[in-house]
């Protein structure tokens, strides 16, 4: 008795089987699986709304061409179409091109939404890209600072230049930057991916990524990667800021947090430096929480990119959509809306997964 008193796995029933341990991977496998699985009713349910919503105005090819063709004209196109169906037959029909890949072909200038995003895909990409480097730049190292300077004037400084990052809207952030930096004090331009010469340029690029910042890489032209880089500068703040004020808060009460832990506090009492602490052992952990919202914070930025497009005449799919909106085209309207709700999916995914690697308790 007292040798099982002192070891309790001695006392434990040797006939009871004893509880296997969950191996690491399964439970990473399972937590891929299901959040693959969660794109598919995410996409359905956001294009079954985008369809319905369309369709509340009537049909594309009236609300398109309505004014410009006779009724005769009008109906004979509506009939081909297939828009004089009941609804629920063109919502079935809708949802297998959409599984065979086929987003639909606008009604304005008859082509297919998939060329669309092969032609303008790229320049939101580019943007996003120009922007989640702002972002990095700007929330992480000023999160950190206002997570050492806690409390202090510092720190309440970042926090309302925070507030305000992400509470100004983009167009007008991109309005205030356009008028300062491109017209009062021009020193980037106000409009456009490039020069005329550059755009030029990269049209006659072999093989385009149409990035054009790869593309002008790629061929070594170094004053049109120069070019690119100083037409990017603005819109890629406008859209930057707007989730660097999200990363900034992230960092600082994670941080504040981290600098909380035992681990931390081993380190402060053998007279480790605050600043080491924070730049060197807490930082790290307090950056899981941005990457958990990065998938989120992406799509804020299609959203954002609409407007940051429209207003910097960047030819993205943002500035398409809202040509297409003006047009009354909703086929084209549709198709892009479903495209950029199928990759934010697929990003929040990726992140989801990366975010697991870094950090297993998200598995459970």
């Not at 796995?9 to 089987?17: I, S």
């Not at 296997?20 to 969660?38: C, D, E, M, N, T």
């Not at 005769?72 to 179409?81: D, P, S, T, V």
């Not at 605050?274 to 990065?294: N, Q, Y």
């Amino acid at each position: 008795m007292a040798a099982s008193a002192e070891n309790p796995v001695l006392a434990e029933d040797p006939a009871k089987p004893l509880k296997k341990q969950r191996p690491s991977g399964s439970g990473l496998g399972r937590y891929v699986l299901i959040r693959f699985l969660l794109i598919i009713p995410t996409v359905w349910i956001l294009t079954t709304l985008v369809f319905f919503l369309m369709r509340i105005t009537g049909d594309p090819i009236t609300a398109a061409l309505g004014g410009r063709l006779t009724k005769a004209q009008l109906q004979e196109r509506i009939e081909a179409a297939g828009y004089d169906r009941p609804l629920i037959v063109q919502y079935f029909e809708y949802m297998g091109d959409l599984l065979r890949g086929d987003f639909g072909t606008t009604v304005s200038d008859n082509r297919p939404v998939t060329d669309l995003f092969l032609q303008y895909g790229a320049a939101t990409a580019e943007l996003v890209f120009f922007a989640l480097i702002v972002a990095f730049a700007v929330g992480i190292p000023l999160g950190m600072l206002a997570a050492y300077h806690r409390d202090r004037w510092p720190d309440a400084a970042l926090r309302v230049f925070a507030i305000l990052c992400y509470a100004t809207p983009v167009f007008f952030a991109g309005l205030l930057l356009k008028l300062t930096f491109g017209v009062l004090i021009p020193l980037f331009p106000a409009s456009g991916r490039a020069s005329s010469s550059t755009e030029l340029l990269m049209s006659g690029v072999v093989g385009p990524t149409r990035i054009y910042f790869i593309d002008a890489i790629r061929i070594g032209d170094f004053d049109a990667l120069g070019d690119i880089a100083s037409h990017a500068v603005l819109p890629a703040i406008a859209l930057g800021l707007l989730t660097a004020g999200v990363f900034l808060r992230l960092v600082r009460t994670n941080l504040i947090g981290t600098l909380g832990q035992q681990y931390v506090e081993s380190g402060r009492s053998r007279g480790v430096s605050e600043f080491r602490l924070v730049t060197t052992h807490a930082w790290r952990p307090a950056l899981i929480p941005v990457i958990t919202v990065m998938g989120m914070q992406i799509a804020m930025m299609l959203a954002g990119a609409v407007l940051t497009e429209t207003t910097f005449e960047w030819k993205g799919l943002g500035f398409q959509l809202v040509q297409y909106l003006l047009k009354r085209d909703f086929v084209a309207v549709q198709g892009i809306v479903v495209m950029l709700a199928v990759i934010v999916a697929l990003t929040n995914f990726l992140v989801d997964v990366i975010a697991a690697l870094i950090d297993p308790r998200v598995r459970y």
